[in-house]
T-cell receptor, first 109, second 115 residues
Framework: GQNIDQPTEMTATEGAIVQINCTYQ??????LFWYQQHAGEAPTFLSY??LDGLEEKGRFSSFLSRSKGYSYLLLKELQMKDSASYLC??????????WGAGTKLIIKP | GAVVSQHPSWVICKSGTSVKIECRSL??????MFWYRQFPKQSLMLMAT?????????EQGVEKDKFLINHASLTLSTLTVTSAHPEDSSFYIC???????????FGQGTRLTVV
C-alpha cells in the first residue's frame, strides 16, 4: 500500500532551527510537496521536489532522497507565526497526491 | 502564485437541504481538481478527484450520490452536498492542479455547519 510517515508533533524554540522528516512508500513518484496549514485555514504551498537534493527558499528548505524515500523540511530562524501543521504529500504515478497526516509544530518563546 | 477561489467561505444550512460549493481557478487551467474534507485537528481527507469533462473518481467510503461533483470546465468545479445532515458539518477544501503537476493550489476552504 501507499504510506506517508511524518512525526505527529514537534516543539522548537523561537529563533532556532527545526527539521521535519517525511518518509514515503508510494506507487511511483512524480514529486513531493510540503504545505503549511494554520488552524482553520486551507494549506499553503511551501515547496516541490522532484529531483534529489536541497531546494532553498528563504527561511525554508526542502530536501529529497528518492532512493531512500525520504524528505525533510528545514525551517530556520523560527518565528512564532511558524506555529502550524506541516503536511508532506507525494504525487504517485497516477498523479494522485498521497498525504501524510501532518506534523504539528509548536514554537515556544 | 496561481489563485484558486472557493465560495462560499462559510455556510449554515438546515438539515435536509443541499449546499453547493464552487471552486474556481482564476488564472490557470485546472485539468485536475481535488476535493477534501477536514475535521478539527485532523489531516486532509481526499473525497474525490475530478478531471475536466469526465466523471469524478471517489475515494472509498465517500458516497457519490451524496457528494455530487461537477467539473464542467477547466476553471470551475462544484461540490454539492445533498440532503445535508449535522454529521456532514466539516471544513471542505478544493485544490486545483494544472498540466504541469508541479503544484496543487488550494481554495480558501468552506466551513459547512448543518443545523
Amino acid at each position: 500500500g501507499q504510506n506517508i510517515d511524518q512525526p505527529t508533533e514537534m516543539t522548537a524554540t523561537e529563533g532556532a532551527i527545526v527539521q521535519i522528516n517525511c518518509t514515503y512508500q508510494t506507487s511511483g513518484f512524480n514529486g513531493l510537496f510540503w504545505y503549511q496549514q494554520h488552524a482553520g485555514e486551507a494549506p499553503t504551498f511551501l515547496s516541490y521536489n522532484v529531483l534529489d537534493g536541497l531546494e532553498e527558499k528563504g527561511r525554508f528548505s526542502s530536501f529529497l532522497s528518492r532512493s531512500k524515500g525520504y524528505s525533510y523540511l528545514l525551517l530556520k530562524e523560527l518565528q512564532m507565526k511558524d506555529s502550524a501543521s506541516y503536511l508532506c504529500a507525494v504525487m504517485d504515478s497516477n498523479y494522485q497526491l498521497i498525504w501524510g497526516a501532518g506534523t504539528k509544530l509548536i514554537i515556544k518563546p | 502564485g496561481a489563485v484558486v477561489s472557493q465560495h462560499p467561505s462559510w455556510v449554515i444550512c438546515k438539515s435536509g437541504t443541499s449546499v453547493k460549493i464552487e471552486c474556481r481557478s482564476l488564472d490557470f487551467q485546472a485539468t485536475t481538481m481535488f476535493w477534501y474534507r477536514q475535521f478539527p485537528k485532523q489531516s486532509l481527507m481526499l473525497m474525490a478527484t475530478s478531471n475536466e469533462g469526465s466523471k469524478a473518481t471517489y475515494e472509498q467510503g465517500v458516497e457519490k450520490d451524496k457528494f455530487l461533483i461537477n467539473h464542467a470546465s477547466l476553471t470551475l468545479s462544484t461540490l454539492t452536498v445533498t440532503s445535508a445532515h449535522p454529521e456532514d458539518s466539516s471544513f471542505y477544501i478544493c485544490s486545483a492542479m494544472g498540466d504541469s503537476h508541479t503544484e496543487a493550489f488550494f481554495g480558501q476552504g468552506t466551513r459547512l455547519t448543518v443545523v
